[in-house]
């Protein structure tokens, strides 16, 4: 335990020191002592454990897995009250899905075009956070997480690259008065790809891959009554893919159209919290060669959640959460006679209790017991052959946190 302490503690020590080399070096003119004032840095590390009863996930969790983890570095830079930069370094693992390899996170520069009591307007570049629902943008960083995991109807752990970040330029506008607040996001930028789309979408992994076109937008509308007692949003994005055949390939040139939209609701009183998020994905797939790759479907999702602190330092969570890659075929049946898989691939039902304890703001431990009938939201990476999965099965998720 000693060593694993050392060796997280020194890589994010690393992290740290890689996150600053991505901040542009203040200009020859600024004054050392200003830009130092606006230089904010800071890390964490977690580690969690997995233990399910049937099937796999975040690596071989039958027999307990360890292989879920996040270390991330983070440093911002405010040059002036229109200019800011900001980056992040991640190394994430989560069992197959992901290697522990240090990626770019975001890394941006903000420019504040314009702020006043009532309005804020602005321009981001580089790589953003896509604003999806109430937990994308921020999904990485453990103590902004309710849970070990959130929800998988909406934030699926398989798809998390295409919806976390984008490359491109997002504009921003904040509206205030009195009790109510705006924001708008609208933005453009090409998607995060990995071959997890492949597993998610053709559940193989071809010798080809999915390759990104032009850049696709993305958005976000929030509402907030008193400074976000009652929070109301509307999110979404698109994207359209192509599948690029490998040198020897059985698959054509298919394309993949989706698009996302979540709809957000959030409660939130001195002790207690309630959310509600509901998606739909339509999704379109032809000319691959393969008839049971084309579909034409939309998926849906949504989830309730309650959260409690009985004391500052503990909070308990219940949730409900629910995902059908076609709203028309929730049984999965008919999916399962187009493509011969079983039919509980196409639909997840789960209940989650979950339990956070913060003995310091620094610390934070946590414990999540889900109860699912379905297998929507694993990975076919992780789980090769469907025909050997469980319909009904349990996980147990913990989880340790710490922020530098």
């Keep these: 335990m000693k060593a694993f302490v050392r060796w997280t503690l020194n890589r994010s020590r690393r992290l740290t020191c890689l996150a600053l080399a991505i901040l ?24 969690g454990y997995v233990h399910t009863s049937d099937n796999r996930f975040m690596g071989d969790s039958q027999n307990g897995s360890f292989d879920f983890r996040e270390i991330g570095a983070s440093a911002s830079l405010r040059l002036s009250p229109r ?13 197959d899905l992901s290697n522990d390899s240090v990626d770019v996170d975001y890394a941006l520069v903000d420019f504040t075009a314009h702020s006043s009591e009532t309005w804020r307007l602005g321009l981001v570049a580089g790589r953003f956070k896509n604003p999806i629902g109430l937990y994308n943008d921020t999904r990485d960083v453990p103590f902004t997480r309710p849970s070990v995991f959130l929800p998988q109807s909406i934030y699926w752990e398989k798809l998390r690259d295409i919806m976390l970040s984008a490359d491109g330029v997002q504009g921003y506008a904040e509206y205030y008065s009195g009790r109510h607040a705006f924001f708008l996001q609208l933005g ?8 997890n789309l492949e597993w998610t979408y053709l559940n193989m992994d071809p010798p080809g891959e999915f390759e990104r076109g032009s850049p696709e937008p993305v958005g976000r509308l929030l509402y907030e009554l008193d400074g976000g007692r009652v929070r109301l949003g509307l999110s979404g994005l698109t994207a359209g893919l192509t599948y690029r055949p490998g040198p020897v390939d059985f698959l054509g040139s298919g394309d993949l159209d989706l698009e996302y939209w979540v709809g957000s609701f959030q409660y939130n009183a001195e002790k207690w919290s309630f959310t509600v998020e509901y998606m739909q994905e339509p999704v379109r797939m032809e000319d ?55 039919r509980h691939r196409y639909y997840a039902k789960t209940w989650s209790v979950g339990i956070t304890w913060k003995p310091d703001r620094r610390i934070m431990l946590r414990a999540q017991h889900d109860w699912v009938d379905g297998t929507a939201f694993l990975s076919g990476r992780e789980n090769l052959d469907p025909t050997t999965m469980s319909d009904r099965w349990r996980m147990l998720s913990l989880s340790v946190s710490l922020g530098f």
């Design 24 to 47: 542009a070096a203040p200009p020859g003119r600024a004054d050392a002592s200003s830009w130092k004032e606006g230089l904010e840095l800071h890390a964490f590390v977690s580690q």
């Design 188 to 195: 453009v930028g090409l998607f995060q790809t990995d071959s």
């Design 288 to 342: 691959y060669g393969l008839p049971v790759l084309e579909r034409d479907q939309a998926a849906e999702s949504y989830y309730l959640q309650g959260l409690w602190s009985p004391t500052s330092d503990w909070e308990l969570m219940l949730r409900y959460d629910a995902a059908f890659l076609d709203r028309k075929d929730r049984s999965g049946e008919e999916q399962s006679a187009h493509d011969g898989l079983p």
């Design 83 to 95: 200019w800011l930069f900001s980056a992040q370094l991640l190394s994430r693992k989560a069992g």
